[in-house]
């Protein structure tokens, strides 16, 4: 029973945290761009990060080792080095979208200045960070995250055209612009597949303490926590297909998403919508937070982790101090939080080969993984993947610029 | 030191890999390590270095990390206890002089509230 109810919240925490502001800015725009033509990318995505988190949190179960130690004893210092950089440019990055984000819903929720509301919304992330302990991190935002199942609703409450919704799961080639679809194509792969999300989820697996008994919640959680986040995706596209592409409306905006909700569902639907992003974004910018943290102390061995006080993880704790600060630095130039995070997704997928190459490696490794290895389906499945991520990798920026970014 | 039997490979299975004390703390990696008797006679790993311009020797960018950063600390391959996925060391960091930087760290993080 205990375990079950474990398992159950791990579930929910895994789906309130599914959706960032990667995949706000993407779904959305894709399904005003391109209506349902695109569902098909978001099912290919969640597969990948379901395979390589699952991976990941097994060889954290059974050898105790997170992603980046496995980065610097795969790939040598000066690759591993050069991979550190770019994972921390994205984390950065990302970071700096997702309080941007957190600052927009507290605009739309209060009326404040943008700028306060960045300083006040960093502040609260870090305060938040400094009290809880990693569960309670985890669990706070992956719950209440869930007010985002809003859309849920929303998508059946809009009457789509459900045929045409099928149609969108079925893969194929856009009557549109090629370039720009092959742009969206990418960029929801990327934000299905950010890499902070598997070094966060692997450094948890070493901060919660896993072992070989926990395979198999690491199992359900990664399959039917992100499995079902997906649909949250989903949603995100048909209510923007069904609302914004017939109107020509462009979402250039973070709060775009939630006035779908509104249409749908009325005020109630509104504040639910604002709420949920509030913390999914904002669980989110601690997890990007906590990534630079822990890249960089895995990569240089220092002592990390949420499990020490921060004067036993001295540098860890600094570290992610520090990525609030200049993620906080980077939106109060008043750069738009929507392009930050396009240029974020994008250059994840440039980082992403090398984050999940050493993962591969590893998974089918005897020394660390014993009698846990990858399964011939796993190897399979990762192989293939690591193949289609090498491809987004090298296309990913000449896309972005020939496209404009999305704008054709 | 005790190692699984048959061939070891020191690039896979030291280079690189986690230091950690008596006393659980991590306390750097595995930079570089000082090899004796290359010349004639049994090679041997003489020292593990760590941190500094241990990383002249991993590349460019390693180069370039090196001419930032001090001297590397030798530690005897003698105050290693045990391999395997982490290199395990016989005494604390401390005696080792090694996890310096995270010392330093914490006397500056002590005066933070809650720390």
Redesign the interface.
């Known amino acids: 029973m205990k375990q079950f109810l474990q398992i159950a919240l791990g579930i929910l925490s895994a789906i309130g945290g599914f959706v960032d502001i990667g995949d706000l800015v993407f779904n959305t725009q894709a399904g005003a761009t391109f209506g349902f033509e695109l569902l098909w990318v978001v099912v290919i995505g969640v597969i990948g990060i379901i395979v390589y988190s699952e991976m990941c949190g097994r060889v954290a179960a059974a ?3 997170p992603v980046f ?1 496995l980065v ?2 795969r790939v ?7 991979t550190l950089i770019a994972s921390e440019v994205v984390n950065l990055l990302t970071c700096a979208a997702e309080i941007g984000g957190v600052a927009i819903v507290l605009q739309l929720l209060s009326g404040l200045p943008y700028r306060f509301l960045i300083l006040l919304g960093v502040i609260g992330l870090v305060v938040i960070s ?2 809880l302990p990693f569960e309670w991190l985890e669990r706070l935002f992956g719950y209440v995250g869930l007010c985002l199942l809003v859309f849920a609703v929303a998508a059946i409450k809009v009457h789509p055209h459900w045929g045409g919704v099928a149609h969108g799961f079925v893969p194929g080639v856009s009557s549109g612009n090629r370039l720009v679809y092959m742009y969206f194509v990418v960029g929801l792969l990327g934000a299905a597949l950010t890499p902070y999300e598997v070094y966060f989820y692997s450094s948890g697996a070493v901060e919660d303490a896993w072992g070989l008994k926990d395979l198999r919640i690491n199992k359900i959680t990664s399959i039917i926590g992100y499995g079902l986040g997906a649909f949250l995706s989903f949603s995100l596209m048909i209510v923007a297909a069904v609302l914004f592409l017939p109107r020509g409306i462009d979402p250039q905006f973070l709060g775009t998403p939630a006035l779908g909700a509104e249409a749908a569902l009325g005020k109630i639907g509104l504040v639910l919508a604002l709420v949920g992003i509030l913390f999914a974004v904002g669980g989110a910018a601690i997890e990007t937070s906590f990534s630079g943290a822990y890249n960089l ?1 895995q ?6 982790g949420k499990r020490h ?7 860890f ?2 570290s992610w101090l520090v990525m609030f600060v200049l993620a906080a630095g980077i939106v109060m130039t008043g750069y738009d939080p929507v392009k930050i995070t396009e240029y974020s997704v994008i250059f994840s997928v440039v980082a992403l080969p090398l984050t999940f190459l050493p993962i591969l490696l590893v998974a089918n490794d005897p ?2 993984m014993g009698s846990n290895r990858n399964s011939r389906f796993s190897n399979v499945i990762g192989i293939v993947y690591f193949v289609l991520i090498l491809a987004i990798a090298v296309s990913a920026i000449p896309l972005m610029i020939l496209t404009n970014g999305g704008q054709g | 030191m005790t190692v699984s039997d048959g061939e070891f490979d020191l690039g ?2 030291v ?5 950690v004390d008596r006393d659980g ?5 595995v ?1 570089d390590l000082e090899l004796t008797g290359l010349s004639g006679g049994e090679p041997e790993v003489a020292f593990i270095l760590v941190g500094g311009n241990a ?1 002249r020797g ?5 180069r370039l ?1 090196a001419a930032l950063s001090g001297n590397a600390v030798r530690v005897p391959w003698s105050e290693v206890d045990e391999v395997s ?1 982490v290199v395990k060391l016989k005494r604390s960091a401390q005696e080792l002089r090694l ?1 310096r ?2 010392d330093r ?2 006397r ?3 005066r ?1 509230p ?2």
């Open positions: 050898s105790k080792r130690d610097r004893e040598g210092f000066g690759a591993g080095l050069s400094w009290v102390a990569f240089f061995g220092w002592q990390w006080r921060p004067s036993g993880a001295p540098r704790a600094l020394a660390y | 896979l299975g280079l690189d890999h986690q230091l703390r991590n306390c750097g990696k930079d990383w991993r590349g460019v960018l390693g990390a996925s996890g930087g995270d760290a914490a500056l993080v002590r933070l809650g720390a």
